[in-house]
């Protein structure tokens, strides 16, 4: 009975990921594809890697892309850290619970909406005081923070709460003024949950398709857009290889976070053991 | 040190000393609740003053109020003689060793120690000697490059200990500063402790839940019940003249009867009770005929197998009910006729196997007690 569940199962997880993973097995094999019809076979080949490295369009959005998520993802975590830390240490002010709600309402807003409101911002600006001029890497830098920061700022809830004020206390207590502390040991205390909420942001940067299409304008192509409009004119094989690249990228960054993870995990065991020596 | 003491070790009792802490009806409501109830207390310089009580009670909540991260609902704290209401924590000469030591996690030992003098921009190699010496103190100048994590329990706490008295306070606040050690670590810290606070000469306020942590190390105890002081004193009067049966119970164990007045003269006192008579000998000013409760420490009654000589006072017969081995003593419950238990501990100065009277279960015995050891509370 136990064989025939776990055969079941088996199967059921071979499924799913196969229906995760074959997709993308095909587009990075497709993207050695020699055709320039995407679904016709025509034998291996490099060249849609050559015309990429060549297509001053495609560096264009990636380095656009690249600039946005680097700001966004910087303003973002000081932001939604100091967001976090109203809504968690300044204890009850007036209209917390309003400020509360505010803070996480992009998380639940629909994308369309958040993107035509600021749009609709940007454009009664421009009327009003001549600013943005012309919408591109500034707008759509503002529209990533402004839904990236409840993001971070949820991380950093969860997080100072879990910690406690205890030690914030204590450092008061040996004569730290609150400036200090925040520096001295809420921040550094803070740390791995910034640089958390900074990757975060980084990555919804470039994710980003619909918001950053609504506030773009003329010539201010990133990645994605740049990906969604030629795909709209039909399947592509040089898409097929900056899209091989992507995933490329990804499974490194993935890689890199896991080792660090295993690295601190190992960490604290050593600590924890050492400790034990001592009392023993 | 023997002899009588001087009033420099009793500054409570000298009328003209100056209290080092004035704490003046303070009172802390968190909503509607009352942590701490109308509070009144002074302590005085170089004391070891305990707060004693039962979980919940508002010690923690009165150490705080100390050290400043509570403001009292009213009522007044003044250290030193400044008023500290409007004292921020970081300006008040106190310093605090927390229940769960609040170590900071990324920084090291040294760095632990030496954070609160750096808030005081004292120069960096004075620092250096100053942390170096205190670390000597509490035996972990080999542990310095350690972070909290890498250290045991024990180890964390002396850290705690030393990070708050590196900065010389006036007044140390202690929160259960060994509840998270064991048994023998703790008993030996209780004297280091003691030590160290008669070398550094500064003013400790330590908060515990064990009374025998209290009686060995406080000059004065002050015995807490739902926010309010129950009764203060030193560790003799605490445990020898209660003055409630609170106070009685919570401070080691005590057999507890109630009673009518029967007489009540200037140097006795005569109580009926379902233990029998009672006679006490000292006055008491209360009432003949009002009730009272008279109690009894299981130590100061003696136990015997043999009937006592003539009839009298303070004496009561029962049988062994059960009896507990403690190892150094050992603790025996005696069923009296009226079905009433009375708890008795006894040394054992001997050996089991080579007793000869030794006292069993079922056994008849005659219990009895001083004049002098029994005490009347009036509440
Ligand atoms: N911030 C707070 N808000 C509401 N109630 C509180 C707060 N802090 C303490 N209390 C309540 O006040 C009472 C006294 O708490 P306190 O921490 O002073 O107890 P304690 O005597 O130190 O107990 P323990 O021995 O368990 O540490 C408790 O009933 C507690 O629930
Ligand atoms: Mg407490």
């Known amino acids: 009975m136990y064989n025939k569940r776990s055969g079941f199962l088996t199967f059921m997880v071979t499924a799913g990921l196969a229906f995760l993973y074959i997709p993308m097995i095909l587009l990075v094999i497709y993207s050695f594809n020699k055709s320039k019809l995407v679904p016709v076979w025509g034998g291996w080949s490099t060249r849609w890697y050559s015309v990429l490295f060549q297509s001053e369009d495609v560096w264009e959005a990636v380095s656009l892309s690249l600039k946005i998520a680097v700001v966004n993802a910087t303003f973002a975590t000081i932001l939604g850290t100091l967001a976090g830390l109203a809504m968690v240490r300044f204890g009850r002010f007036r209209g917390r619970t309003l400020f509360g709600g505010m803070l996480v309402a992009p998380l639940v807003m629909p994308e369309v909406i958040t993107g035509l409101s600021l749009l609709v911002l940007f454009i009664s600006l421009n009327q009003i005081i001549g600013w943005p001029a012309e919408r591109g890497f500034t707008t759509i830098t503002i529209a990533h923070i402004t839904f990236s920061l409840a993001y971070v700022a949820v991380i950093i809830q969860a997080r100072l709460t879990g910690m406690g004020e205890t030690l914030e206390e204590a450092a008061l207590d040996l004569g730290a003024k609150p400036f200090r502390v925040l520096t001295d040991i809420t921040v550094p205390r803070l740390a791995p949950g910034m640089v958390a909420g900074w990757l975060l942001a980084f990555t919804l940067s470039l994710d980003d398709l619909v918001i950053a299409s609504f506030v773009t304008g003329p010539g201010a192509n990133t990645l994605p857009i740049l990906i969604f409009s030629r795909i709209r004119l039909g399947l592509r094989p040089d898409i097929n290889a900056l899209a091989t690249i992507i995933i490329l990228f990804v499974a490194i960054c993935v890689a890199i976070a896991a080792l660090i993870m295993y690295q601190q995990q190992k960490r604290i065991e050593r600590d924890e053991q050492i400790a034990n020596q001592e009392v023993l | ?379």
């Not at chain 2, 972070?147 to 900065?167: D, E, H, I, M, N």
């Not at chain 2, 004065?220 to 609170?246: L, N, W």
């Open chain 2, 1 to 379: 040190m023997a002899g009588e003491p001087t009033a420099s070790e009793t500054p409570w009792l000298d009328q003209d000393a100056k209290p080092f802490i004035c704490i003046k009806g303070v009172t802390k409501k968190f909503g509607e609740f009352i942590a701490v109830n109308n509070v009144d207390l002074d302590i005085y310089q170089g004391e070891l003053f305990c707060l004693l009580g039962g979980s919940g009670c508002g010690k923690t909540t009165l150490l705080r109020m100390l050290a400043g991260f509570e403001t009292p609902t009213s009522g007044q704290i003044l250290i030193d003689g400044i008023d500290m209401s409007n004292v921020p924590p970081y300006e008040r000469p106190t310093n605090m060793m927390f229940q769960s030591y609040a170590l900071f996690p990324h920084m090291t030992v040294e760095k632990n120690v030496a954070f609160g003098l750096k808030q005081d921009k004292v120069p960096n190699d004075e620092i250096t000697d100053r942390v170096h010496d205190i670390l000597k103190l509490v035996e972990l100048q080999d542990f310095k490059k350690r972070k909290p994590q890498q250290l045991s329990g024990g180890q964390r706490q002396r850290v705690a200990l030393a990070r708050a008295l590196v900065k010389e306070p006036k007044l140390l606040l202690l929160d259960e500063p060994l509840a998270a050690l064991d048994k023998k670590l703790r008993e030996q810290t209780q004297f280091e402790l003691a030590n160290i606070q008669e070398q550094v000469g500064i003013t400790f306020v330590v908060v515990t839940h064990d009374q025998e942590e209290a009686m060995t190390l406080s000059s004065r105890i002050a015995v807490m019940d739902k926010g309010q002081f129950m009764q203060t004193g030193t560790p003799t009067e605490i445990y020898e003249f209660p003055e409630s049966r609170f106070v009685a119970d919570f401070i080691g164990s005590a057999n507890i009867v109630e009673g009518k007045i029967t007489e009540d003269n200037a140097d006795h006192v005569r109580v009926s009770t379902d233990l029998g008579e009672i006679y006490i000998d000292h006055g008491q000013s209360t009432k003949e005929g009002s009730r009272v409760w008279v109690a009894i420490r299981p130590e100061k009654v003696h136990l015997s197998k043999k009937p006592p000589s003539k009839k009298g006072p303070n004496q009561a017969e029962g049988m062994v009910d059960d009896i507990g081995y403690l190892g150094n003593t050992s603790i025996y419950k005696i069923r009296l006729k009226n079905d009433r238990i009375i708890d008795v501990t006894a040394p054992n100065q001997i050996r089991p196997k080579s007793r000869t009277h030794q006292i069993t279960w079922e056994d008849k015995v005659y219990l009895g007690w001083d004049a002098s050891s029994a005490m009347l509370l009036k509440k």
